[in-house]
Nanobody, 115 residues
Framework: QVQLVESGGGLVQAGGSLRLSCAAS????????MGWYRQAPGKQRELVAA???????IYADSVKGRFTISRDNAKIRVYLQMNSLKPEDTAAYYC?????????WGQGTQVTVSS
């Protein structure tokens, strides 16, 4: 069974940077989009950024200009570079990979931004 493993979360001061990584433990065929979602306490999970198989990216308005998503198709990895972090970016961040057959989720990595 394929698992997604995230890394790179942690505690950072406002204005700092973190880079999240997500790696798949096995093979995934016919991958469509890869993305990152986040969920803060008491709030719904929301899309942060996604990247299509062709490299088209979308971002939540709140992170445009600060976050960059990228992917490595050969290694089945997706990354999220987060710059100029704000306290409101504090949340659990989840990796998502969607193929023609399945929807995969990571276990989440915590990002905490102190003011």
């Amino acid at each position: 069974q394929v698992q997604l493993v995230e890394s790179g979360g942690g505690l950072v001061q406002a204005g700092g940077s973190l880079r999240l990584s997500c790696a798949a433990s096995g093979s995934i065929f016919s991958i469509n989009t890869m993305g990152w979602y986040r969920q803060a306490p008491g709030k719904q999970r929301e899309l942060v950024a996604a990247i299509s198989s062709g490299g088209t990216t979308i971002y939540a308005d709140s992170v445009k200009g600060r976050f960059t998503i990228s992917r490595d198709n050969a290694k089945i990895r997706v990354y999220l570079q987060m710059n100029s972090l704000k306290p409101e970016d504090t949340a659990a961040y989840y990796c998502n990979i969607r193929s023609n057959y399945n929807d995969y989720w990571g276990q989440g990595t915590q990002v905490t931004v102190s003011s």
